[in-house]
């Protein structure tokens, strides 16, 4: 059984620049697409950032684009999530999932991962 464990949320402040990580265990990591989701108080979960099995490609949501990075280390079985100049409306619960492919093609529906992580709370004050 997969098990993904987020960490590295917070209280941060506006400007701030925290690093998320996702440790999975119970399965071979290489053979897993990543991906980070959020969702913020009363509205729906959203789509931030995927990479592909290698690390080679990654795929942003518009509005992330530019400020977070996603990486991955397969000898550490990690997932990162890299935040920078975040504002007090990037406050959500940050997940993190798993997609069993080896597909190049990073996905940005959250229907599409097998397994998902308890979720970690970050929170941005102005």
């Known amino acids: 059984q997969v098990q993904l464990v987020e960490s590295g949320g917070g209280a941060v402040q506006a400007g701030g620049s925290p690093r998320v990580s996702c440790a999975a265990s119970?399965?071979?990591?290489?053979?897993?697409?990543m991906g980070w989701f959020r969702q913020a108080p009363g509205k729906e979960r959203e789509f931030v950032a995927a990479i592909d099995w290698s690390g080679g490609n990654t795929y942003y949501a518009a509005s992330m684009k530019g400020r977070f990075t996603i990486s991955r280390d397969n000898a550490k079985n990690t997932v990162y999530l890299q935040m920078n100049s975040l504002k007090p409306e990037d406050t959500a619960v940050y997940y993190c999932?798993?997609?069993?492919?080896?597909?190049?093609?990073?996905?940005?529906?959250?229907?599409?991962?097998?397994?998902w992580g308890q979720g970690t709370q970050v929170t941005v004050s102005s």
């Open positions: 999932a798993a997609r069993y492919t080896r597909s190049p093609f990073p996905s940005g529906l959250g229907n599409t991962y097998e397994y």
């Open positions: 119970g399965c071979t990591f290489s053979d897993y697409a």
